[in-house]
T-cell receptor
Framework: EAGVVQSPRYKIIEKKQPVAFWCNPISGHNTLYWYLQNLGQGPELLIRYENEEAVDDSQLPKDRFSAERLKGVDSTLKIQPAELGDSAVYLC???????????FGQGTRLTVV | QQQVKQSPQSLIVQKGGISIINCAYENTAFDYFPWYQQFPGKGPALLIAIRPDVSEKKEGRFTISFNKSAKQFSLHIMDSQPGDSATYFCAAFHSGTYKYIFGTGTRLKVLA
């Protein structure tokens, strides 16, 4: 069974530029998470989807961050414009339903210069 | 109340030794406690998990000990191997909010 697939693996952009990350969850997983992981820290939730609905986006900085999950499968996370402090690893995770463990992708390491 | 405190920040253990990582939480509404293992350049992978109605769970060399009254839980890695060298995160899950709260991580190095 394929795991959670994220792309790109690495991204370097200049500040004020836009950037987008893509996530393909495990087939059949209705719940999708985007997490932010700063160096030496644990993941912090940005947004959670149940199918195509964003049910928890309270931690998403909505002035510059946006996300979508069309048709309840793949998801994209966008930052526009990027700031230096956005440099981190962006992790996508999925789970079959609300009360089962989350499976993580390898993450996208973003560097803003 | 949403924090999960993890210690130590880093740990060095000899091959064959026991690695112990501790976590503490405040919110008694948490009802699922997983441990994740993360290798450099990889996403976290579920290692073992426990629910608060059980005081201990063992899977191979990995054991979770859970103390509900103290609101603490720990990961024990028996017969630690160099291949166990990774960062370990504890987490707490709240089934009411469906939210995972992660600890800050422990970087484990097992010397050959």
């Amino acid at each position: 069974e394929a795991g959670v697939v994220q792309s790109p693996r690495y991204k370097i952009i200049e500040k004020k530029q836009p950037v987008a990350f893509w996530c393909n969850p495990i087939s059949g997983h209705n719940t999708l998470y985007w997490y932010l992981q700063n160096l030496g820290q644990g993941p912090e939730l940005l947004i959670r989807y149940e199918n195509e609905e964003a049910v928890d986006d309270s931690q998403l900085p909505k002035d510059r961050f946006s996300a979508e999950r069309l048709k309840g499968v793949d998801s994209t996370l966008k930052i526009q414009p990027a700031e230096l402090g956005d440099s981190a690893v962006y992790l996508c995770a999925s789970s079959p339903d609300l009360n089962t463990e989350a499976f993580f992708g390898q993450g996208t390491r973003l560097t803003v210069v | 109340q949403q924090q999960v405190k993890q210690s130590p920040q880093s740990l060095i253990v000899q091959k064959g030794g026991i690695s112990i990582i501790n976590c503490a939480y405040e919110n008694t509404a948490f009802d699922y406690f997983p441990w994740y293992q993360q290798f450099p350049g990889k996403g976290p992978a579920l290692l073992i998990a426990i629910r608060p109605d059980v005081s201990e769970k063992k899977e191979g060399r990995f054991t979770i000990s859970f103390n509900k009254s103290a609101k603490q839980f720990s990961l024990h890695i028996m017969d630690s191997q160099p291949g166990d060298s990774a960062t370990y995160f504890c987490a707490a899950f709240h089934s009411g909010t469906y939210k995972y709260i992660f600890g800050t991580g422990t970087r484990l190095k097992v010397l050959a």
